[in-house]
């Protein structure tokens, strides 16, 4: 590396050090789980992880995995149009289109790639791309990826919304994208309004469940299921990575022509090799877990509904909602990272935020809730968030 790039790095990289805004990793040396262990010996209860089924270290799920190593081997060496479609990639698409009612489905290594896939082959200079302003970064890239007239609406503002597709009529194509579940604040999209607002302008409607494939809506068909327009909605990318078996993999069900186009033309779909089978054969398994039984789901939903009544009854600020991510309010960034970690040093891993990844003075830790905690997990968690709480004058 040239000698002047070296050092200008060094120098950046102390910046952010400086700043206290250097990423360290934790490292885990146990399955995800409800209790996990890491390589500073501790056993701590996990509060951060997108586990939010539990399925992550599932039995069936690892069987699944196994199962289809010996029956499919371990790679495909290939990307899918080439010699990289297998039967269960088949049926893995089809099972998750079917789940969500949709035409079709189609696979990516990753949500990040779905969504870096997703725009291009459809909308260019003549067309419009409509977009929260806390999406997430995939769907930013995504955008950026495309020669389409941008517009960008304040979070889940429904009148600037309406202002923007209005400035957008000249456009020969309109999409609305969302994420569902916003993920630093736990807080849901306004599915139907937009849908509503998709009608009068003529939009199509894109939403990014990753934070609720599998858990939210009476079958875990996410958002658009919670807020009754599961028919109304074109476009779903969602990820395997997090509350479906947690390993990797995205995807995107829709109508047969957008899924049509895509295998023509994403290139995050044309240019990276397929999907691991074992990732493959356990989300099938995953996805007939679910449609089996909505057991983890209401679990889920029991821990949720137990913890913010918890912690608001021990009177901490806590962001309204119904999700299993339940941010902390604590404003201060130096308290967000104190309090998190005196949790840690009494068994309770969970995260704190602050800006960016948040506003200014919005500091908070995030919880997120999973089916593998049980009742005393989550007592444990309130009793250290209590007195870690009074310690640091919070409550
Ligand atoms: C996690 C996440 C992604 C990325 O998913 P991967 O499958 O991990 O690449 C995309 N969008 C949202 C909203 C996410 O939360």
Sequence with gaps: MAYTIKE????????????GLYKEERVITTPQGAVIETTDGKEVINFCANNYLGLSSHPKVIEAAKETIDSHGYGLSSVRFICGTQDIHKELEQKLADFHEMDDGILYAACFDANGGIFEPFFGPEDAIISDKLNHASIIDGVRLTKAQRYVYDHSDMDDLEKQLQDAQDARRRVICTDGVFSMDGDMAKMDEICDLADEYDALVMTDECHATGFLGEKGRGVPEAKGVLDRVDIITSTLGKALGGASGGFI?????????????SRPYLFSNTLAPSITGASIAVLDLLQETTELKDKLMDNTRYFRDEMKNAGFDIKEGSTPIVPIMLYDAKKSQKMAAELYDRGIYVIGFYYPVVPKG??????????????????????AFTEVGKELDVI
């Excluded at 200008?8 to 700043?19: H, P």
């Excluded at 069900?253 to 033309?265: C, F, G, K, P, T």
């Excluded at 995030?366 to 309130?382: F, G, M, P, T, Y």
């Design 362 to 383: 919005e500091a908070r830790i995030r919880v997120q809730l999973s089916a593998v905690h049980e009742k005393e997990h989550i007592d444990k968690a309130v009793n």
């Design 8 to 19: 200008e790095l060094q120098e950046e990289l102390q910046e952010i050090k400086d700043e």
């Design 253 to 265: 069900v829709s109508h047969q022509e957008i899924i049509d186009m895509l295998r023509q033309n």
